[in-house]
Each structure stands twice: as C-alpha cells, then as structure tokens.
C-alpha cells in the first residue's frame, strides 16, 4: 500500500507502479513541472487558434466566467457608499399646500388626470409619487425632512395641452417661491421628476433655479438641440423608462418570450426614423437583409396601427434588440427589451444608464459604436453563439425587476432602487448663498432673520 505519509504523496502520482517506491528526485519534480506548464500552453495555443478561425470576434467569448454574475446581482446595501439600511425622509408637497401645485398636476383647467399621465414612457412622473404618497419612507413633517418631492406631471400636461411653455415657466416659479425650505437649502434637497428625453428643459429657466436640485429623470444626454444638458451625474439620478404594465406583471403578460431556436430574426429594430443618421442606417440595412433584420413601418394610426401586443410580438422575434438613439440619447426600447427577453444592444454613444454602481450593463447588454452601423455590426451579432445570448439573458432576467416600478414592499424594484440612489445625496446640512447660522443654531437669511418667520412668497436666486 502506498505511504499515507503526506511528504510522499507526489510518488503516489506519478510512479508508473502502484505499488514501488520510487525515489522522487529533483530531476522528476523540474520534469513534471515542464510537463504541466508545456501543456497549458498547448492547450491555450490550441483553443486561440480555433476561435480565429471561425470569427474574428469569437475570443471576446472564450471564457464563459468572465460574464458569471454575482448571486446578489441587485443588491445596494452595504456597497458604494449606500449604508447598510434604508433610513430616508421625505416630504411629499401637498397639491392643495402650495399656489400653482395644482396647475403643474392637472393642467389650468383641471381636466387633465393622473390616470392619463400614468400610461405611456413617461408614466414615471405619476408612478414616483404615487409611490412615496404609501412610502413608509414619507414624513408628514418638514422639520424631520432629509429630502422634499416636488410632485409634478408637466410632460403630460404639456403634451395634452394644459400649460403652454410659457405658463409651465411661470407657474414653476411661483411654486418655488412658496417654499421656505427650498430657499433654505437652494434646491439642494428638493427632487424633481422630469420623465422625457426633453429633461429638466421643460421648465425654461431650470438653469436659474433647479440647478442645485436632484433631478430624476431617464435622459443623461440634451446636448443635440441645447447647448447644455441639464443632466448633472454628481447631483441628479438616471431612473428607468416607464415599460408598460402589461409586459412587468408578475403573472399572465402581454407576450411570453419565445425559445431563440423560434425567433425568426437575428435582430430588430422597432421604431420611427425620424430623420436620424442611426435610424434610417437601420431602416436601409433591414431593406438589405430582409433576412436577418425586420425593421417594420410603424403606423401610429388608422386601421394598419401596430398595438400593444403587436409591439412586443414583433420584439420578441429576435435575438438582439437594437436600440439607437432618437430624438435625445435615451430610449425606451432598451428596457422593454429585458422582458421580451432579447439582448439589447445601445446604438446611442451618449446614453446614461441606472443604478451604475450596481448593474453591470456588459454582463447583460451590447454597446455598439453608432458610427459603426452597417453590416459588421450584423457579422459580429451573428458571430455570438446561442449559449452565451442565453447567459446574458438569464443574467438580464435577475436584474429587470429594476426597471418596474413596483411597491416598496418589493425587495427589488425601480422604486427601491432610487430611494437609494437619494440616500447618497443627503446633506447633514442644508445651506446656500442665502441662509447662514448664528452660535445658538439658529438659521438667518441675509436680514438676519430666523428661519420660521421669513414670509412667503421669497425670492429666488
């Protein structure tokens, strides 16, 4: 029997008789070890020339644990600075509190509902504070307050014709005059919505007055019309864009995805061209290559209008979902891609993506330079094999729950997520130019008088 003795364990490996004892020299040990390291070269030799051969992108897949997601794909506390419990505070302005709330929910006559300005992309204006209204996150007093929600459905209202530009300008200003604890901090612990790619530019003079607040919003990026983004990605959050209900339901959705051995398509696009360079790229390449690429005519309209359930049934019969860039750099298909389960691949260089810290978007989607349209970029999905497609979206299918705004009671969620992302932007402090403190504590404007007795409306920087 051989030597339990664990000193001659490496003469029970490599002895070509069981049962001798060989004296293990030191010419054995450099042999084995040439022999060990002479065939991890052989083998990475090997197996690097096969992937050449068959697709100049293949050794981007080659080692299937670079893409293995940790188990807690989606989990804040206790990294990045998030602490390691939720403790958040916020003050929900009351509607009938403040002069010209109203007018910025409902529009000037007041015929404009929030069950209207809930459906559609920009449904995260209606769906945030719905959800802080039940959070138990709310105070119902200011003095304990780490943060205040401005509640507002300007998109909406804008969009049915309920404020004009100039009157969502003006009425904005007028409720940030109302708001001692606004002035007292400059903004800074004050939170926007702004749901659409237009940002924060739906209030004109947001440059002026918002811009110490945290805005939420999808757009990271309005540089294309503007000359400035309001997006500031030290102070304001990216949140997710409103996927329609029907397709984030936990039971009986809109579509079911299909197996990728029924998906007909390699990918897709799903859009309007709207007379941008990467839209109508696509349009052309899908006329090219019928074959591996549907881009339909989407008629908004009339008898050939494609509907819900249309929508995603053409999206899910495809690998790879392409999602360039609109009419800003945000764009809605991406998210919606997750439940249809195909891979999204980002055609928009200046995208801003959510919960950064903690998603990581190359484990579960493409980004493809947009200057690089064209037929390599149809090659190189095509090189992807179908086992690493199904990694990504089994990853992808752990981490959508981010992108659905569900009840806080969920323990992961769009709402969860930015409370969150808030808790890193409260301030023990709460300052600006225009507020200062005496010995005692107490907090003075540049009058020197004390907080609780300035009187409305007060002027604004």
């Not at 794909?73 to 958040?88: A, I, K």
């Not at 053409?314 to 999602?323: G, P, Q, V």
Request: aromatic share 12%.
């Amino acid at each position: 029997m051989a030597s339990t003795n664990p000193s001659n364990k490496s003469t029970r490996f490599f002895s070509p008789h069981p049962h001798s004892h060989t004296q293990c020299t030191r010419t054995h040990q450099i042999a084995a070890l040439a022999l060990i390291v002479g065939t991890f070269f052989l083998t990475r030799l090997f197996d690097h020339s096969l992937s050449s051969c068959s697709s100049p992108y293949r050794n981007s897949f080659s080692d299937p644990n670079q893409y293995t997601a940790p188990d807690e794909v989606v989990r804040f506390e206790g990294s990045g600075g998030y602490g390691t419990h939720l403790s958040l505070r916020i003050y929900v302005y009351d509607e009938d509190e403040i002069e010209g709330l109203k007018l910025l929910l409902y529009g000037r006559e007041g015929k404009i509902s929030s069950e209207a300005c809930v459906k559609g992309q920009w449904g995260t204006q209606v769906k945030i504070h719905r959800l802080l209204l039940q959070s138990t996150f709310r105070t119902k007093k200011k003095e304990e307050a780490d943060l205040f929600f401005v509640p507002s459905y300007v998109k909406c209202v804008r969009m049915m014709g309920g404020l004009s530009d100039k009157e969502i300008n003006q009425t904005y200003v007028k409720v940030l005059s109302q708001m001692p604890y606004f002035r007292l901090s400059g903004g800074r612990n004050h939170v926007f919505v702004f749901p659409s790619g237009a940002g924060a530019h739906l209030f004109k003079s947001w440059a002026t007055y918002l811009n110490r607040s945290i805005i939420l919003t999808p757009e990271g990026d309005r540089t294309d019309k503007r000359d400035t983004s309001a997006f500031n990605t030290w102070k304001d959050i990216i949140i997710p864009g409103n996927v329609d209900d029907g397709m984030t339901a936990h039971k009986s959705r809109l579509v079911d995805p299909l197996p990728l051995s029924r998906r007909k398509y390699l990918a897709n696009y799903l859009g309007r061209a709207q007379g941008k360079a990467g839209r109508l790229q696509l349009i052309d390449l899908a006329k090219q290559y019928p074959d591996k690429l549907e881009s339909p005519e989407l008629k908004f309209s009339g008898p050939e209008k494609l509907g819900r359930t249309e929508y995603f049934q053409h999206l899910r019969n495809a690998k790879f979902c392409l999602a360039p860039r609109g009419e800003s750099s945000w764009t809605l298909r991406f998210y919606e891609s997750f439940f249809v389960e195909c891979v999204p691949v980002l055609l928009s260089d200046q995208a801003e993506l959510p919960f950064q810290n903690i998603v990581d978007y190359a484990q579960i989607s493409i980004k493809w330079p947009s200057t690089r349209i064209g037929t390599q970029l149809l090659d190189y999905l095509e090189s992807i094999p179908d086992k690493y497609i199904e990694e990504m979206i089994a990853k992808g299918r752990r981490v959508r729950c981010l992108w659905v705004y569900s009840r806080e009671s969920e323990s992961c969620s769009a709402f969860r997520g930015i409370l969150w992302e808030l808790q890193k932007k409260v301030r023990k402090l709460h300052n600006s130019a225009e507020t200062f403190w005496l010995h005692n504590g107490s907090i003075v404007n540049r009058d020197l008088v004390e907080f609780s007795k300035w009187k409305k409306p007060m002027p604004l920087p």
